[in-house]
């Protein structure tokens, strides 16, 4: 550890996941050579798991494991799976000096054949067929499921339903890489997570990457004890062993130190990606204990997951053509209003629906031939007209929007709190005309998670940073920015502005009609 390295988020960036060197407990992990089934690594729990020492099979066969049947079973079924970057069940077989049952689960890395042995729980064809049912009848419920949040609802329940975990929750990723829990299914008796934000630094780049990749990730006991892999030689060219698509791969220290602050025992995590994106997780959490589950439910978990992933886009499609027509329903009622009162600003203003109604915003300002109407939480009058003045000589387009106002207007800077997002309409080219959304500092806004549950500082003397110091870090980060304008709402704005302007114009005519 170097003190003179500023110890900052990207330290967490850089710890290399997939190349642990040991594996969770509740299986061993074996590296072979093909064709000839050598064992070039091993997982050091083999005494307890096939009553071998690990020096006893290093430079062995696999076959030494199993009798000649057996052996012809695994060659045939290793044939028949396309296990290349994906690890695939194979077969269940009796190993080892007391012939115990185990699952094996297997894929190829780096050349080699990797083959991870879980003692098998050996599901009835009953429990298969009910968890068929259970997917099927999820897949079906996300398909009808009309909004995204509906959808996510149903994800949750059918994933807790199948894995009995204390707590499952759709977690969403933002445009800034924080996220939010959109859905909960939990147990009465813990506190709900529901809308809660978490940072970005919450769940790393490489992490991200490595998701993509693998789909679906277990820790059945957060308490666990890292085993070590051992090799036929120190140099072997499997070392490091890619762990990427291993199931048994150890989980980061700081990610467990995480959970254990979250009250987490045992934790699952399932990829949902759309268009080769990461866009959120289905997280699962146990509190009453360790929480283990078959290659079965985990297999069905992840098949879940690549189906509902395909229907994500058109889920955030109804959502948003929603959202239009909503803004569109309240755009006539406004127009409506203009129209009969014969005045612009009483219209947008006095009645309902009104402007605070339309696009969501902490504050607006109506700002028309000199008046100027403030509604909901805004900079004081003097400090609009002053901005209203720097947008005429300094933005040329009729719509401007940012989330980061005091980067461009650094006067602003004493009203952060309130205006650290703006959306600008001009309604003329020539007058200061103007409406105005101000958006709060994101930190005032939404609910963040990682504050409370995540004690710790920076460790003395390590280079680790821990989850509380990473809530401050990027504390700092966001300081002076809001919820981004989202391109529905920027729309919604053009489009009235292009009602009034055209109601104003309607207006003109008629009234010169009139003069005629
Ligand atoms: C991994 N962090 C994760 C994972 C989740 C979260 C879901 C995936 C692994 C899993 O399935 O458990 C985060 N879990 C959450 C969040 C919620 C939740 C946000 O339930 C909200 C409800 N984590 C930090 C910091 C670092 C960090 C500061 O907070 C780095 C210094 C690291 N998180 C970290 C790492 C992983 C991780 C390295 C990868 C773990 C692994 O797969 O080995």
């Keep these: 550890y170097d003190p003179s390295f500023p110890v900052d988020l990207t330290t967490c960036d850089r710890e290399p996941i997939h190349i642990p060197g040991s594996i969770q407990p509740h299986g061993a992990l074996m590296v072979l050579s093909e064709p000839d089934l050598t064992i070039i690594q091993v997982s050091a729990n083999t005494p307890a798991l096939l009553g071998h020492m690990p020096q006893e099979l290093l430079g062995q066969s696999f076959s030494l494991l199993m009798g000649p049947e057996a052996l012809a079973n695994f060659r045939e079924s290793l044939a028949n799976e396309q296990i290349e970057s994906t690890a695939l069940y194979l077969l269940t077989l009796a190993l080892g000096r007391e012939g115990r049952m185990f699952d094996l689960i297997a894929h190829r890395m780096q050349g080699m054949l990797i083959v991870e042995l879980e003692p098998s729980t050996q599901s009835d064809q009953s429990v298969i067929l009910r968890v068929y049912r259970m997917v099927r009848s999820a897949v079906t419920a996300c398909q009808r499921a009309p909004t995204l949040r509906a959808f996510a609802q149903s994800l949750a329940g059918a994933v807790r339903k199948l894995t009995c975990f204390d707590r499952v929750m759709v977690y969403q990723f933002q445009a800034d ?12 008796a813990f506190e709900s997570y529901l809308d809660l934000h978490y940072p970005a630094s919450d769940i790393p780049r490489q992490a991200r990457a490595l998701y993509l990749r693998n789909w679906l990730r277990l820790i059945p006991d957060v308490t666990y004890q890292p085993v070590p892999m051992l090799a036929i030689s120190p140099d072997h060219p499997s070392i490091p062993l890619d762990m990427s698509y291993a199931a048994l791969r150890s989980v980061s220290p700081i990610h467990i130190e995480y959970l254990i602050n979250m009250g987490a025992k045992a934790s699952m995590s399932i990829s949902l990606i759309k268009n080769g994106q990461l866009w959120g997780l289905v997280a699962c959490h146990h509190h009453t204990g360790p929480h283990d589950l078959p290659y079965d439910i985990r297999a069905a978990c992840e098949f879940l997951g690549h189906v509902v992933s395909l229907q994500i886009g058109d889920k955030e499609a109804a959502e948003e053509a929603a959202d239009t027509i909503a803004f569109q329903g309240i755009q006539a009622a406004l127009v409506q209003q203009m129209s009969v009162a014969n005045d612009v600003v009483a219209g947008l203003t006095q009645f309902h629906p009104n402007l605070t109604n339309f696009i969501d915003a902490g504050g607006v300002a109506v700002c028309l031939e000199g008046q100027h109407v403030l509604m909901g ?17 300094e933005v040329r387009d009729s719509i401007f929007a940012t989330h980061s106002l005091p980067q461009h207007y ?7 709190a309130i205006a650290s997002g703006l959306l600008a309409v001009r ?3 020539t007058r200061p005309n103007y409406l105005l959304w101000f958006r709060p500092e994101v930190i005032q806004t939404v609910r963040w998670g990682g504050n409370p549950t995540k004690p710790a500082e920076v460790q003395e003397g390590s280079a680790v940073l821990t989850p509380r110091r990473s809530f401050e870090v990027w ?16 729309a919604a704005a053009r489009d009235l502005r292009r ?3 055209d109601l104003v114009l309607y207006k003109v005519e008629e009234l010169s009609r009139l003069n005629e």
């Design 377 to 393: 939480t805004t900079p004081p009058e003097a400090v609009v007209r002053e901005l209203i003045e720097w947008l005429g000589q």
């Design 427 to 429: 309604l003329d080219r």
């Design 177 to 188: 890489g924080c996220g939010v829990v959109i859905a909960e299914e939990k147990d009465e």
């Design 410 to 416: 650094p006067p602003i800077t004493p009203f952060t």
């Design 475 to 490: 504390k700092e980060r966001v300081i002076q920015t809001a919820i981004p304008w989202r391109s529905c709402e920027v």
């Design 499 to 501: 009602a009034i302007i």
